[in-house]
């Protein structure tokens, strides 16, 4: 186009038809045109730029919405239909990735009585956390793992499992991936083809043969800050934690020990789990906390470029969550997408919460964007990392 046919487009309507055209070609041909005509906000590039999906805050209630989809589903789908059988909790803002937050998914599952799936492995980092029953069952890299409520059960990135349910008495627990950020980043890898060297041959198989005594993790690193040396840490894919199972009894009693101190006013009182041979989160990616909320505590605001998923366990309470007040009970699910304010409440006189966390900070803090900020009492927000 000349200079002067430019100018005659620009001054006549011409232009408006030329433009359009332009858009449509630019988006036929799968690029954005970053720039502003003008500021009006359907043509304010930069907002159009930044209106990605993003997460909401949203509650899922265990006793209205998960349980009853949860039976129906072991009703129609057997273990024999599908080695998997989840529901995992998708986020109405980020439809239709399959992510409670941006980073993480929970999902909830009901295992047939005496069923015990082949073992796999991933490139997602996983942990199971149960929430009834005793027969909760997770085999990871040889170690066999019974657990029960509370009871937080790793199966890492690279590291062989198995999940199952052992004995009668029906079983439910939770799952917290960091697959849809794994899925972001391209770098997902499912293998199933698990193998055990027999008599110097490699053969196939569909059970996990264990080759540590039960509750190995325990025994080995239940003490904590004394580590033996006579063992290999390096477990699994090497990749995590080298202890398997976290139990819930172990964290009642730091909760007992510590439950009149005066804890953080933005937290309570939380502790996370760590890896014990560095002192680190469990895994590179994501990591866990318990959260106790004494008889009518509450916690100021805080907000953190960390997105969470909030698992009350025991209790009932509610929280705001930028503005918008969700009440929840034990089970429930709580999506607090990072760069909300939250703000818990213990809604008893008499009886603590317990709330199981996981978040993607580890993940913010290793790409330096971890930042946070709180409402003191008076209303003054603080940044306070
Ligand atoms: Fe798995």
């Known amino acids: 186009m000349t200079d002067a046919a430019v100018k005659e487009t620009n001054a006549g309507s011409n232009r408006d038809a030329a433009l359009a055209g332009l858009y449509e070609d630019v988006a036929n041909k799968h690029m954005f045109p970053f720039w502003a005509t003008t500021d009006d906000v359907t043509n304010d590039e930069v907002r159009q730029l930044m209106a990605t999906a993003k997460a909401l805050p949203y509650k899922w209630s265990y006793a209205d919405d998960i349980e009853p989809l949860l039976r129906l589903s072991a009703k129609l789908i057997s273990m024999d239909d599908s080695e998997r059988r989840s529901l995992i909790l998708c986020n109405p803002g980020l439809k239709p990735r399959r992510a409670s937050v941006s980073t993480m ?136 934690s080298p202890m398997y199972v976290y139990r819930w009894e172990r964290m009642l009693e730091i909760f007992d020990r510590f439950r009149d101190v005066e804890g953080d006013p933005h937290e309570a009182l939380m502790v996370e789990y760590t890896d014990p041979t560095r002192g680190e989160p469990v895994f590179k990616t994501i990591t866990f906390f318990a959260q106790m909320l004494r008889p009518g505590e509450k916690t100021l605001p805080l907000r953190q470029t960390a997105s969470l998923l909030v698992a009350p366990f025991e209790g009932k309470g509610h929280s705001i969550i930028d503005g918008e007040r969700f009440d929840w009970n034990a089970f429930d699910t709580l999506a607090v997408p990072g760069g909300a304010w939250c703000e818990h409440h213990n809604d008893s006189d008499t009886d603590p919460v317990y709330m199981f966390v996981a978040s993607d900070e580890p993940t913010l803090k290793k790409l330096a964007l971890y930042k946070s900020w709180g409402q003191t009492a008076d209303g003054d927000i603080t940044r306070l990392l």
């Open 105 to 240: 998914y929970t999902a909830y599952r009901l295992n047939d009585p005496n069923e015990i799936m082949p073992p796999h492995k991933h490139s997602p980092s996983a942990i199971r956390f149960g929430l009834t029953g005793k027969g909760n069952f997770t085999g990871v890299a040889g170690e066999d793992i019974t657990f029960g409520p509370g009871d937080m059960v790793l199966t890492p990135n690279d590291a062989w499992h198995n999940h199952g349910t052992i004995g009668d008495e029906e079983a439910v627990n939770l799952s917290v991936l960091d697959l849809p950020l794994i899925e972001t980043l391209n770098a997902i890898h499912f293998d199933h083809e698990y193998t055990e060297i027999e008599n110097g041959v490699t053969v196939k198989k569909r059970t996990q043969t264990a080759n540590v005594p039960d509750d190995y993790s325990q025994a080995i690193y239940g003490a904590g800050g004394m580590t033996p040396r006579w063992v290999d840490h390096y477990r699994g894919g090497g990749l995590s």
